[in-house]
C-alpha cells in the first residue's frame, strides 16, 4: 500500500486576503499547491487566526480548487506570539505527534512560504529531524517549487560530534537527559527515570485516568504536574489535593463540595476541588487514605462525569481529568478491602511506578549538585547567608546513603547541612550531624535479622534486582552491556531474570 501524500501548512494572512477577496491575481499560497489538486489526499491546517476565518478559509478552498471539504483538516494553535520559536517548536511539535506522525502510511510536506519567517524555519528544522518531510514554496512569478538543500543537517554536524573528545562525551552522557519542557524539572540521568518520563509524555495525550505509585518523596506531584502541562488541558486549572490530610468526616465536602445548610457550620455553598478543576486536572495525592463512603462517591463521579455537593440534590456536570498516586500496596489494600476494586480499576487506566532514589545510580550526584544550587539561589542577596558548596567527603557519604524518604528527604538534608555549617563548605560532618537515622527497614540487605519470616529467596531477589537496574543505568539500557558488567555469560540469561523479577529494559519499554 503506498503512502497517503499530504500537504501541512499555516494559514498565512496572504491565504487569508486572497480568500477574503483583498487580493487580485493571487489566489495564496496554499491554493496555489493545490491546484494540481491529484498530488495530495489531505491538507492539513494549522491556524492562529479566529477559528471561524479558519473555517471560511477552508470552505473558500475547496470551492476554489476543487478539493474536497472533507479531505481538510483545519487546527487550531494557541501561541503567545506567531514568532515565538519556543512556542511554535513545541504546540506544532504537539499537535503533529497527537496525529500520530510520522507515520508509514503518510508522505509529509511541509509548505513553507504560509506564515510568519519563524513558523519557516520550525518547518525546516522538523523536516531534518523530527518529522520528516519535503519542503515546498511558492512564488508569484515561478508557482510552486520543491525546496532542496545542500547538505542535511546530520550529515554536517554528525563528523564535528564524532570528533568531540573522550572527555566530552563522557561529561554529556553523565549529565542530565534532556526531556520536554513540561518535565524538565524532573532532574534526572537514569533509564529508569528517563523509561517513566516518556510513558508518562505518552499517557498525556490520551484523557484518561493515572495512577502514579511510588515511595513518599519520589516526585509524584511533580510528574502529575508535567502530565498536566503536556496535555490538551495544560491551559486549565492543575489543583493538588493531598487526600491523607483531610479529616475523614470533610471529605466528601472537600471533594465534591456542599450545599447551605448541609451540616453546622455550612453557612454557604462550598464547590469543592473537582468544581475548582473543572476544564482541567485533579491530582488526588494518597488517594489510598480516602475513607470508604468517599471512595464509593468518586466512582460514581467518575461514572456519570458530575458532582452532587453534600446536602444538594442537582448533579453538576464536570470535566475533570483525574491522576491520582499513593505510596501505599494498592493490591493489598484491594485484598483486604480496604481500596474498591472497582474504583481502582477505573483510575489505573495509565500506571506509572516510580523507582526510590537508591535504584536511581547517578540520579543522586545529579540532584546533591541541583539542590545546592538551589538552596544558593533561595539565599542570594541576603547579607547573612553565605554561598555553600559540598567537599567530596560530604558528597561519599550522600551517596551511600539509602534514603528512605527518597528525593525529598536529601533535599531537606542538605538544607539542614548548609544552614548548620559555618563556613562556605559543607563538610563531612556537618552531612552526618543533617542526616536522619535509618530505620531497621532500610539497612543492608546483609544486616537483617534471622527471624521467623525471613525468605532467602525473596531477599536474594532484591539483590539481584537492585544490580540489574544499576547496570542497566549505567549501560543506558542496552541488556548485552549490562549482562556483560554484571558478569553474566550472555543477554538472554537477563533478560530471563528480567523477565522474573518485573524488570522493564531499552528493548521492551
Request: charged share 25%; glycine share 8%; with cysteine.
Amino acid at each position: 500500500m503506498s503512502a497517503q501524500p499530504w500537504l501541512v501548512a499555516w494559514i498565512g494572512g496572504t491565504d487569508h486576503d486572497a480568500a477574503e477577496g483583498r487580493l487580485k491575481g493571487d489566489i495564496g499560497p496554499i491554493a496555489t499547491a493545490l491546484q494540481a489538486r491529484d498530488e495530495y489526499d489531505k491538507v492539513y491546517l494549522l491556524t492562529n487566526y479566529e477559528h471561524e476565518r479558519g473555517v471560511g478559509y477552508c470552505d473558500w478552498l475547496a470551492r476554489r480548487t476543487g478539493f474536497p471539504l472533507s479531505a481538510i483538516d483545519l487546527f487550531d494553535i494557541e501561541l503567545p506570539s506567531p514568532v515565538d520559536y519556543d512556542a511554535l517548536y513545541a504546540e506544532v511539535s504537539k499537535n503533529l505527534a497527537a496525529a500520530k506522525l510520522p507515520r508509514d502510511d503518510v508522505r509529509l510536506t511541509f509548505h513553507l512560504s504560509p506564515g510568519t519567517p519563524a513558523m519557516t524555519v520550525i518547518w525546516i528544522v522538523l523536516a531534518r529531524t523530527r518529522f520528516p518531510a519535503r519542503l515546498i514554496q511558492t512564488t508569484r512569478d515561478r508557482g510552486v517549487q520543491e525546496v532542496k538543500f545542500f547538505t542535511d543537517v546530520t550529515d554536517a554536524f554528525l563528523p564535528e560530534y564524532l570528533q568531540r573528545g573522550g572527555q566530552r562525551i563522557e561529561k554529556l552522557a553523565a549529565g542530565p537527559r534532556e526531556s520536554a519542557p513540561e518535565f524538565a524539572a524532573i532532574v534526572h540521568g537514569s533509564q529508569a527515570v528517563e523509561d517513566q518520563i516518556e510513558l508518562a509524555r505518552r499517557m498525556a495525550g490520551y484523557d484518561v485516568p493515572i495512577l502514579i505509585l511510588g515511595e513518599t518523596g519520589t516526585g509524584k506531584e511533580l510528574f502529575a504536574d508535567a502530565i498536566h502541562r503536556s496535555s490538551r488541558r495544560a491551559r486549565r486549572p492543575f489543583v493538588a489535593v493531598n487526600c491523607g490530610a483531610i479529616a475523614p468526616e470533610l471529605a466528601n465536602s472537600e471533594l465534591f463540595g456542599h450545599a447551605k445548610g448541609a451540616f453546622t457550620g455550612a453557612v454557604r455553598d462550598h464547590k469543592g476541588h473537582f468544581q475548582a478543576a473543572d476544564g482541567g486536572t485533579l491530582f488526588l495525592d494518597e488517594i489510598g487514605d480516602l475513607p470508604p463512603d468517599t471512595q464509593v462517591r468518586l466512582l460514581r463521579v467518575l461514572q456519570s462525569k458530575t458532582v452532587t455537593p453534600v446536602g444538594g440534590s442537582k448533579p453538576i456536570p464536570v470535566d475533570v481529568r483525574i491522576v491520582a498516586a499513593t505510596h501505599r500496596d494498592m493490591a493489598a489494600d484491594v485484598a483486604a478491602g480496604r481500596f474498591r476494586e472497582d474504583l481502582f480499576h477505573r483510575l489505573a487506566v495509565g500506571i506509572l511506578n516510580l523507582p526510590p532514589l537508591r535504584e536511581r545510580g547517578s540520579d543522586v550526584d545529579l540532584l546533591i549538585d541541583h539542590f545546592i544550587e538551589q538552596i544558593n539561589d533561595e539565599g542570594a542577596g541576603r547579607p547573612e547567608v553565605i554561598r555553600k558548596k559540598i567537599s567530596k567527603d560530604g558528597k561519599n557519604i550522600l551517596k551511600a546513603h539509602p534514603w528512605p524518604g527518597n528525593i525529598r528527604e536529601l533535599y531537606h538534608t542538605l538544607m539542614r547541612a548548609s544552614i548548620w555549617s559555618r563556613g562556605e563548605q559543607i563538610e563531612a560532618a556537618d552531612i552526618r550531624a543533617a542526616l536522619l537515622p535509618v530505620s531497621a527497614e532500610h539497612r543492608s540487605s546483609l544486616e537483617r535479622p534471622l527471624t521467623q519470616g525471613f525468605d532467602l529467596e525473596v531477599l536474594l531477589d532484591e539483590v539481584k534486582a537492585h544490580y540489574i537496574r544499576l547496570a542497566l543505568d549505567k549501560c543506558g539500557g542496552k541488556k548485552t552491556a549490562a549482562a556483560r558488567l554484571l558478569g553474566l555469560s550472555n543477554h538472554q540469561t537477563l533478560g530471563n531474570w528480567m523477565k522474573r523479577l518485573g524488570i522493564a529494559g531499552d528493548e521492551s519499554a
